[in-house]
């Protein structure tokens, strides 16, 4: 059972776009977590999120937690080629990590 | 920080034998965990330990797979026998529990090929 639903799952877009990644559950977790992933790596912690409705900015990527702490989102201002990768969300209940399906994005240059 | 450490990247192997891979966390963390990553299945969690003591290992696909963590440096994984369908990519990862968030770093992973 997946726990966390990601959509889209492929996002293909050119350079200077703004995309918007979600992840979905019908549950609450205590915090929740969005990683990147380049190929032949492991994935890479991008932010963590705690409070429900929490806003917070990593340069041109901005990530929201939902006010019921079930879902999320990551935005994308202006995507870059480098921004290419396999983005995941995963949901902390207490110590175990429950990782979304992934959205895998190409920004084209 | 070397961070997380995992050993081989690589590994051919043929159905029925012994595969073992490697797993050294980044020091001073006290969680540890292992996951299997394939296309089909995405990003799973096998099972994870809290202090060497493992918490949960719901996630482990069936007798087949053991972990160990006989110190805080360092854990194995197991696969006896192989078989094909459990070629993918494993990660060890490590945290720090005693930390509100439990930020978890990502070693870079052992693909696992099993004819």
């Known amino acids: 059972t997946q726990l966390l639903e990601q959509s889209p799952q492929f996002l293909s877009i050119q350079e200077g776009e703004n995309l918007t990644v979600y992840c979905n559950s019908s549950s609450v977790f205590s915090s929740l977590q969005w990683y990147r992933q380049e190929p032949g790596e492991g994935p890479v912690l991008l932010v963590t999120v705690v409070t429900g409705g929490e806003v917070k900015k990593l340069k041109r990527l901005t990530f929201q937690f939902g006010d019921a702490r079930k879902d999320s989102s990551l935005h994308i201002t202006a995507a870059q080629p480098g921004d290419t990768g396999l983005y995941l969300c995963?949901?902390?209940?207490?110590?175990?990590?429950?990782f979304g399906s992934g959205t895998k994005l190409n920004v084209k240059p | 920080d070397a961070g997380v450490i995992q050993s081989p990247r690589h590994e051919v192997t043929e159905m029925g034998q012994e595969v073992t891979l490697r797993c050294k966390p980044i020091?001073?963390?006290?969680?540890l965990f292992w996951y299997r990553q394939t296309m089909m299945r995405g990003l799973e969690l096998l099972i994870y330990?809290?202090?060497?003591?493992?918490?949960?290992d719901s996630g482990m696909p069936e007798d087949r797979f053991s972990a160990k963590m006989p110190n805080a440096s360092f854990s194995t994984l197991k696969i006896q026998p192989s078989e094909p369908r459990d070629s993918a990519v494993y990660f060890c990862a490590s945290s720090q529990r005693d930390r509100v968030y439990n930020e978890q770093f990502f070693g870079p992973g052992t693909r696992l090929t099993v004819l």
């Open positions: 330990f809290n202090n060497n003591v493992p918490i949960d």
């Open positions: 995963a949901g902390a209940d207490f110590n175990k990590f429950y």
């Open positions: 020091s001073g963390h006290n969680s």
